[in-house]
């Protein structure tokens, strides 16, 4: 399958920490444009990106118990410039992505988030699924919290790149289970969207 090269992530940005946390509010309204390529690459190399090398290999933008990274991300695209509207799956060790569907999702994926619309005018949405046997083989039950937990900080870094990048975005959590799953027609249970735009 081809690949779409993302640009390479930014490391270093203009906004502290510190005012990045202090200022990141969840926002349901979004400007009337798109997003450039780079924007949506660093969104998603913040949620899962490879990060710095440490004694146990590469190390991952959110961290993971016992290293099972039971999440993959989706990227649902309207508007960002370079790509054209439709699903795309992000594969972080080329931080690239890979195209599963064409046609803009978003309208059908608002209805199926129970009428939420913004998720209809952001220019992207990025979705959390989970593979919870990836973390339950390992943990047993205990496991389906552990991939709750690290789905908090996947959202968290989403939450906090996107106030970088002077953007606005929220964690949707309340959506038809099924209907989402049928729209995206991947394996794997979706466990929370985050529309992403301009403010």
């Known amino acids: 399958m081809d690949k779409i090269s993302l640009p390479q992530?930014?490391?270093?940005?203009?906004?502290?920490l510190e005012e990045a946390i202090h200022d990141r509010i969840s926002r349901r309204s979004f400007k009337d444009q798109g997003l450039s390529l780079a924007q949506a690459g660093q969104l998603l190399w913040s949620a899962g990106g490879l990060g710095a090398e440490g004694a146990a290999g590469v190390s991952r933008a959110a961290p993971s118990a016992g290293a099972t990274y039971p999440l993959e991300l989706y990227l649902v695209a309207g508007k960002v410039e370079g790509l054209a509207p439709g699903l795309y799956h992000y594969v972080h060790r080329a931080h690239a992505l890979a195209m599963l569907q064409?046609?803009?999702?978003?309208?059908?994926?608002?209805?199926?988030?129970?009428?939420?619309?913004?998720?209809?005018?952001?220019p992207l949405s990025i979705v959390l699924v989970a593979h919870y046997e990836r973390t339950t083989r390992r943990y047993g039950e205990r496991g389906y919290r552990y991939v709750y937990m690290e789905a908090g900080y996947v959202s968290q870094n989403i939450y906090l790149q996107a106030e970088a990048l002077q953007l606005g975005t929220v964690?949707?959590?309340?959506?038809?289970?099924?209907?989402?799953?049928?729209?995206?027609?991947?394996?794997?249970?979706?466990?929370?969207?985050?529309?992403?735009g301009a403010r």
């Open 102 to 122: 064409w046609g803009d999702l978003r309208a059908k994926l608002a209805r199926a988030c129970l009428g939420q619309e913004m998720v209809a005018q952001a």
């Open 9 to 16: 992530p930014e490391i270093k940005g203009c906004l502290s």
């Open 171 to 196: 964690a949707v959590g309340a959506f038809d289970d099924a209907a989402v799953k049928e729209i995206l027609a991947v394996e794997g249970a979706p466990l929370l969207l985050m529309p992403v």
